[in-house]
């Protein structure tokens, strides 16, 4: 039991302004394991109000030194590297391979890659008769999920603090124990104090009240398409930056030259990873009408791998459990073929979800349209690439997707994708690479120099 009574505010922890708690449930077991502080506006303000104070000294600090503080604080997560991971697997239910692997070690690397691009980035340039500066936009709200609760942190604190901004955490409520971690992380590196600041809260109560917050001149969030919507009129209202990291429902295609069964096994293993729970994740399977029984054959072979419990974790709470029960029962009422899994709770304890796999799906379907968050697949037959093409743009998101087969014909494919990142052949996730999405799947990118690009505004002087 992990009880928790003050925000990192300011560069020490604080107690709250209220004594009301937030409970952290363990989705494997339900069980409580720890209280985090439910912040209040007050506790919002109190942490911007020590981050603007922090602004003008850390915008100052040359970038080779603000590199350094990244390094760091990666040096003080990878420390901690094992307690992150069981802590992950605790609050979010993250198998511990997973957890150590990408959890824990996925957010090492992206600190790390900050850290050099704070050192070597050009933060000036000369344009003809002009000198052109990036300069650091300021006070950062980072709101973040609780599906990769340590990854998102550090995707939106690294670059903010390498482009000289400052930065308010307000993390999801579901995962807040990683987040405290991380607070302990950064006071062990010798950040400045304000640089960082920690409030745990309810989305509408602290969350709110930050992305409304007249002095957060950027809010960085990743959710939903809904919650982004609100947050993106908050922000507008003020005419304040936002970047937007929201829904998806991305696109596997199956090109009749592909490898059929490596193409289905790894993309049933890239839905069934932590447990359905990430937004990139290739959860329409379009394969060619003259292969589709073979390829709804083997899905549901390599489907069977996957034990909850074992090789899937459970979802994050009961409310999701419900939903994507749901999603289970609505595809099946519209007429998709259950092929493996289904709406029933695959265990008594914990909040489960039977890997579940659809043939049968048309394009119209519920779940061939809407973002279902668990680990669900729905396989649709196309007739010829345009037909493909129709059906992988044909949803409200582009987030990802993913074409397998010759390789000259899948970067021709992916190159008319309406979407913001594509995998050929099962290519390796590149932390240095841009993330973000087309249409409703969000505005901006994160990772690498696209992602510093976000915290950073444009002067220039003329000579």
Not at 113 to 128: N, Q
Not at 173 to 182: C, K, M, N
């Amino acid at each position: 039991m992990k009880a928790h009574d003050a925000m990192y505010i300011g560069g020490e922890w604080r107690p709250a302004s209220s004594t009301d708690t937030i409970p952290v449930i363990n989705p494997a077991d339900e069980q409580v394991i720890g209280h985090v502080p439910a912040g209040t506006a007050e506790d919002v303000d109190a942490a911007v109000r020590a981050a603007r104070a922090a602004l003008p000294g850390w915008a100052a600090t040359p970038p080779a030194e603000r590199g350094a503080c990244i390094a760091a604080l990666r040096d003080a997560l990878a420390a901690r590297a094992e307690e992150i991971a069981a802590t992950v697997t605790a609050e979010l239910g993250a198998p511990p391979r997973l957890a150590a692997t990408v959890h824990a070690g996925l957010p090492i690397a992206v600190a790390g890659s900050y850290a050099e691009l704070a050192a070597t980035h050009p933060f000036e340039e000369k344009v003809g008769n002009s000198t052109v500066y990036s300069e650091p936009v300021g006070v950062v709200a980072a709101i973040t999920p609780w599906n990769y609760p340590l990854h998102q942190i550090v995707a939106k604190v690294a670059p903010a603090l390498a482009a000289g901004c400052v930065t308010v955490l307000k993390p999801a409520e579901d995962t807040p124990l990683t987040a405290q971690l991380f607070a302990e992380a950064v006071h062990e590196a010798g950040l400045p104090a304000g640089v960082f600041n920690l409030v745990t809260g309810l989305g509408p109560v602290a969350g709110q009240a930050l992305a409304e917050h007249p002095d957060v001149d950027l809010v960085s969030f990743t959710g939903s398409t809904a919650v982004g919507r609100r947050i993106g009129a908050l922000a507008g209202g003020a005419v304040k930056r936002v970047a937007l990291e929201l829904g998806g429902k991305s696109a596997n295609v199956i090109l009749p030259s592909a490898d059929l069964p490596k193409a289905v096994a790894v993309g049933i293993a890239n839905v069934m990873s932590n447990s359905g729970q990430t937004c990139s994740a290739w959860t329409r399977m379009l394969v060619p009408a003259d292969r589709y029984e073979e390829a709804v054959a083997l899905a549901a072979e390599a489907v069977a791998k996957y034990v909850p419990g074992e090789r899937v974790g459970p979802l994050v709470n009961a409310k999701q459990q419900e939903r994507v029960r749901g999603y289970i029962e609505k595809g099946v009422e519209e007429g998709a073929r259950l092929v493996a899994g289904g709406p029933d709770a695959p265990r008594e304890t914990g909040y489960y979800v039977s890997p579940t796999v659809f043939a049968d799906v048309t394009p119209e379907m519920t779940i061939a349209q809407e973002e279902i968050f668990g680990p669900v697949v729905s396989i649709l037959r196309y007739e010829d690439e345009a037909d493909a093409l129709a059906i992988a743009n044909g949803t409200d998101y582009g987030l990802a997707g993913a074409v397998w087969g010759e390789p000259e014909a899948a970067v021709a494919f992916a190159r008319r994708m309406d979407t913001g990142q594509v995998d050929i052949n099962g290519g390796r996730f590149n932390p240095l690479a841009p993330f973000g999405g087309y249409k409703q799947s969000g505005v901006g990118r994160e990772l690498g120099a696209h992602g510093l690009a976000e915290y950073l505004q444009t002067k220039s002087l003329q000579f």
